[in-house]
């Protein structure tokens, strides 16, 4: 804390010391590979939620030395972790910074009991927040933390290796469970399971929904499926809607599709895809968070967010750019059906809301090939970086 009080009151030394400490973090995360930062593995619901299992390899966190690259993160900084999850990117900043306070929300409840743990260990430098993206400017109200005071951004979206290695959470098509996908686990009773989706909405709805959020090609042959299926029996579990996508197509075809690796991809992947962002809410929410992040930032604040499909991606490539998002709905359903006075209207709303953003990278960042084969749940991880003005 001394060095960071001596950095910041003079700029002759802060300009010197900030050389040098960026020097030494480089050196340090070539010399230790950030292997230091690796989390715990996935928890086991019988055993409460605070046990972790010793069976699975530790959370490998997504492109980790990009995003403290990008962060840049400085002693005695407040960070946002916005997606906490199994820990990795939080412990990484932890050990990685001296006097680094962090906020770690999550909106599952299982993540916020690892916070809990980490925040013991680390007395003062971590603060759990359990809420949703679109409850952030409330939570750090009732902290007493004020609008673009925060000097780093973390948006790590998506469904996290935890939730997809607990079979009862049902995210994972390879594990059978029932079909839940609930990331808020069981906060809100009277939110809808995947199974409630699956079971309830006509034919065209689910086609719907798994265009719109799953990009599938084929979504009407497997709503008509799911719809089959459902009349002889409700769709319960994992494996079943798995088998029931898998029978609406040949034999053949059922590992044809390849993921960034060339491996053979389940059919049901998509459908999987878009039944979980559906239920979560997962587009207006990450909307939501972006909203939330450019508040809370400083200026010459950082954000880094993680996206790891195209509708993310899209998503987070146009809020950058100050595009208008505000009918977020019909955008995703329709995201290149706009007419020439929708497109007057973007390019109005536009020149305003792009000063938020200074991009501290033209392109998009993905992972490295060796990254990809130490981590392979990451091979479609997309990381987009900038700067608020």
């Known amino acids: 804390m001394i060095f960071h009080m001596a950095v910041r009151s003079n700029p002759v030394i802060r300009k010197t010391n900030l050389a040098v400490w960026r020097a030494w973090r480089s050196w340090k995360l070539n010399l230790h590979s950030v292997s230091a930062s690796s989390g715990p593995g996935p928890l086991d619901r019988s055993e409460g939620l605070s046990s972790v299992s010793n069976e699975k390899p530790p959370h490998m966190p997504v492109m980790l030395k990009e995003v403290l690259h990008y962060l840049d993160i400085l002693p005695g900084q407040v960070v946002l972790d916005m997606t906490f999850g199994g820990g990795g990117h939080t412990k990484a900043v932890l050990n990685m910074v001296p006097d680094v306070t962090i906020l770690a929300l999550d909106r599952d409840p299982t993540a916020i009991s690892l916070a809990e743990q980490l925040a013991k260990e680390h007395s003062g430098r971590v603060k759990p927040l359990l809420g949703r993206f679109s409850e952030l400017e409330v939570l750090l109200s009732n902290m007493n933390i004020k609008?673009?005071?925060?000097?780093?951004?973390?948006?790590?979206?998506?469904?996290?290796?935890?939730?997809?290695?607990?079979?009862?959470?049902?995210?994972?098509?390879?594990?059978?469970?029932?079909?839940?996908?609930r990331m808020d686990g069981e906060r809100y009773p009277e939110m809808p399971y995947a199974a409630d989706v699956v079971n309830t909405l006509d034919q065209q709805a689910l086609a719907s929904?798994?265009?719109?959020?799953?990009?599938?090609?084929?979504?009407?042959?497997?709503?008509?499926?799911?719809?089959?299926?459902?009349?002889?029996?409700?769709?319960?579990?994992?494996?079943?809607?798995?088998?029931?996508?898998?029978?609406?197509?040949?034999?053949?075809?059922?590992?044809?599709?390849?993921?960034?690796?060339?491996?053979?991809?389940?059919?049901?992947?998509?459908?999987?895809?878009?039944?979980?962002?559906?239920?979560?809410?997962?587009?207006?929410?990450?909307?939501?968070?972006?909203?939330?992040?450019?508040?809370?930032?400083?200026?010459?604040?950082?954000?880094?967010?993680?996206?790891?499909?195209?509708?993310?991606?899209?998503?987070v490539k146009r809020f950058l750019k100050g595009e208008d998002l505000s009918n977020l709905d019909q955008y995703h359903f329709s995201p290149r059906k706009q007419g020439a006075a929708r497109e007057k209207l973007v390019d109005e709303k536009r020149a305003g809301e792009r000063d938020y953003w200074l991009p501290l990278r033209r392109k998009v960042i993905t992972p490295e090939r060796d990254d990809v084969k130490d981590n392979p749940r990451g091979r479609s991880a997309k990381l987009r970086a900038a700067l608020r003005r």
């Open 147 to 181: 609008p673009g005071s925060i000097d780093a951004v973390l948006l790590d979206a998506g469904c996290s290796s935890m939730q997809m290695d607990q079979a009862e959470r049902g995210f994972s098509l390879s594990r059978d469970g029932p079909l839940d996908m």
């Open 209 to 315: 929904i798994l265009t719109a959020y799953g990009e599938e090609r084929h979504a009407r042959k497997i709503a008509s499926a799911i719809v089959e299926a459902r009349r002889v029996s409700p769709i319960t579990r994992t494996q079943q809607l798995a088998n029931v996508v898998a029978g609406s197509f040949p034999s053949a075809v059922l590992y044809a599709r390849k993921d960034r690796l060339h491996r053979p991809a389940h059919v049901a992947t998509k459908t999987f895809q878009a039944l979980r962002i559906f239920v979560n809410d997962e587009l207006n929410e990450l909307h939501a968070g972006l909203r939330a992040a450019r508040a809370a930032l400083r200026p010459g604040g950082r954000l880094c967010v993680i996206t790891f499909h195209s509708l993310e991606d899209r998503l």
